[in-house]
């Protein structure tokens, strides 16, 4: 009778020990679960540069050195096609020296390829490497062995815009990468995959600021997770390029639209000409010049803005699509990168 006693207090013992560990165990595997998601990867990050004069300011240069860039991905000049004739838009000018290697990147738009013929594609490479190369020799600049192509091309453009890049390719013996547009990734079956090493995925400009709606064009987060549902089966190497910037859309008596670029609530907050409508909204009060643009009493203005949850939430997006990416911001300004944590 002892020994059953004995027996019956030490398999209870061993149940309630085995218990207490598996519930040890589970606060573990609940605790480990917590950890990761609360700790988000980590990505190296490089910015933009998209000015036409090269001129960083102190805190600019300081946001440099914080990000430990290798390089800045330098706007050089932009290549569009007038009335027939392949036009040099917006050379970049230095007044100031850059401390690292830059890495040119060339605007050219998607209609400089409309009815382009293959001559004028072999000329076009050769001539945009003839471009770069006397920007470095005029300025004494120290370039990197990449060359980036930002267009927005589609299915029309698309086979003379890769033969570009491709001829590019031979002609400068070079990396070259290129941007990439949401759309581009949503249709891919139909705009192609570019012939490059690696693509910079464009996640802003989510809608266009010109249209009448109510949503943040520079960035919907729901409408950037909608064109990016399959981001991972994209089958070229990817780094991600995000928004630090603004702008103010503005709209006549008619309805007509422009853009103020860099534009922020708190630059119409301070200004006694301007009546703050809605959250986002405001009234001009008096006819006048403001930010260089001459705006009528009566006029509207919607701000548009990118706040560190939108850029949180896209890089916590990304990191369960992904599994490893760097980022570049668009663009280094002072009078933004303070505002957030990158």
């Not at 490059?196 to 987060?221: G, R, W």
Request: net charge positive.
């Amino acid at each position: 009778m002892k020994l059953q006693i004995v027996s019956r207090f030490f398999s209870v013992f061993y149940y309630f020990f085995l218990t207490l560990k598996s519930m040890k165990l589970f606060h573990v595997f609940i605790l480990f679960l917590l950890i990761s998601c609360s700790n988000p990867k980590e990505h190296s990050y490089f910015f933009y540069y998209w000015r036409t004069e090269w001129n960083l300011d102190k805190k600019e240069q300081e946001n440099l050195k914080k990000s430990q860039s290798q390089t800045i991905y330098t706007r050089f000049f932009d290549i569009d096609k007038k009335e027939g004739k392949f036009t040099l838009v917006g050379k970049i000018h230095f007044s100031q020296k850059s401390d690292l290697p830059l890495t040119p990147v060339i605007f050219i738009t998607n209609r400089t390829f409309f009815g382009i013929k293959k001559e004028e594609i072999h000329s076009l490479a050769k001539n945009t490497l003839s471009l770069i190369e006397n920007i470095k020799n005029e300025n004494k600049l120290s370039l990197t062995s990449e060359i980036q192509i930002d267009c927005d091309w589609t299915e029309q453009t698309r086979e003379d815009y890769f033969l570009f890049l491709e001829e590019l390719k031979n002609i400068s013996k070079q990396k070259i990468t290129c941007t990439l547009r949401l759309h581009q990734v949503k249709d891919k079956e139909k705009t192609g995959f570019p012939p490059v090493e690696k693509v910079y995925l464009m996640c802003y400009a989510t809608y266009s600021p010109l249209e009448n709606q109510p949503k943040n064009s520079i960035l919907d987060v729901p409408t950037l997770k909608n064109y990016l549902m399959n981001i991972e089966e994209y089958p070229i190497k990817m780094d991600i390029a995000l928004p630090l910037y603004s702008w103010g859309i503005v709209s006549n008596h008619v309805g007509k639209k422009k853009l103020i670029n860099a534009l922020t609530i708190n630059d119409l907050s301070r200004n006694k000409n301007f009546k703050k409508i809605s959250e986002t909204e405001f009234e001009v009060l008096e006819d006048d010049f403001y930010f260089g643009v001459y705006l009528s009493k009566g006029f509207k203005i919607k701000i548009e803005e990118i706040s560190q949850n939108q850029l949180d939430e896209v890089k916590h997006f990304l990191d369960k699509k992904l599994d490893h990416y760097n980022i570049i911001y668009y663009h280094l300004d002072s009078k933004f990168v303070e505002k957030y944590t990158l």
